[in-house]
Every structure is written in C-alpha cells, then in structure tokens.
C-alpha cells in the first residue's frame, strides 16, 4: 500500500465516524436516543487515534514539514477536514511517490526515522503494535471519562 492510499483510507474513516458521531449527536438531541452517541463516539475515537498514528508515520517517512504534520494532525479535529488536507497533501506533493524508509530506499536517520523503518520491514508487527497502542490510548481515554463533562 502506498502512503497516498493509506493516507487516503485514514482520512476517510476519519471522515465516515464524524459523520456517525455527529449523527447520534443529533439523535440524541432530538430525543430519539441516546444509545448512539457512547458507540459512535468511542469508533470516532479509535479511528481518530489511529488517524493521528498514520499521519505521524507518514510525516516521518515522507519528511513533511512540521507546519504540515501539525496541520494534517489538527484536521482531525475538525470535522471532515482530514478529506480536503489529504486531497491538499496529495497535489502538494507530501504523499507521492514510495515509502522512503522501505527496504532498499534511504537509510533511516534517527530515532524516529529507525521506527518508521522498522515498520515497514515488518508490516504485520507493527500494524498489531499500533493496534495495541491505539487499544491502550482508548483504554486510558475512556477510563479517564467524556472530553465534555457531562451535566
């Protein structure tokens, strides 16, 4: 999978749970149920967690400036504006092309760049550690209670 197509399914799902969480929003709040917005929210969270892991990984890989991986890393805090930052993304030119850390491209250059590297020589490993992150962050953020206090 190249950074253009998994960036683009990130920012999609990203996009697709806005939509999910602001609609049990409004089902909520037109008093036809609660229900939705607990399930809706903790997806939108999981997905926005691993949104932010998939820009960080991209950013390190494809050396984005930090005024772009901070832009790309607030647009998941708007809603659906993850679709035009990565349509952005992609006519600037910060997704094209390969991986650079990928077996045979550039050898890696720090710490970061060695993680980035790691995971894509071993794709499956990582892909379950950074499962295990975003479960862990989840864990910690819903034991931690609603980013709005309720009442």
Not at 6 to 17: D, F
Not at 32 to 59: D, K, M, N, Q, R
Request: charged share 10%; aromatic share 10%.
């Amino acid at each position: 999978m190249t950074p253009r197509q998994l960036y683009g399914r990130a920012a999609s799902a990203e996009a697709v749970t806005w939509t999910l969480l602001i609609l049990g929003m409004v089902l909520k709040y037109t008093g036809v149920s609660e229900a939705f917005v607990p399930v809706f929210g903790t997806l939108h969270g999981i997905v926005f967690l691993a949104y932010c892991v998939v820009t960080c990984f991209v950013w390190v890989d494809h050396r984005w400036s930090a005024g772009a991986g901070l832009l790309g890393l607030a647009s998941s805090v708007v809603p659906w504006a993850t679709v035009p930052f990565e349509r952005w993304a992609a006519r600037a030119g910060l997704l094209a092309g390969g991986w650079r850390l990928a077996p045979g491209g550039v050898s890696p250059a720090g710490p970061l760049e060695r993680l980035g590297a790691w995971a894509l020589r071993s794709p499956v490993l990582a892909a379950a550690a950074g499962v295990a992150a975003v479960a862990v962050a989840t864990a910690v953020l819903l034991q931690l209670g609603p980013p709005v206090p309720r009442g």
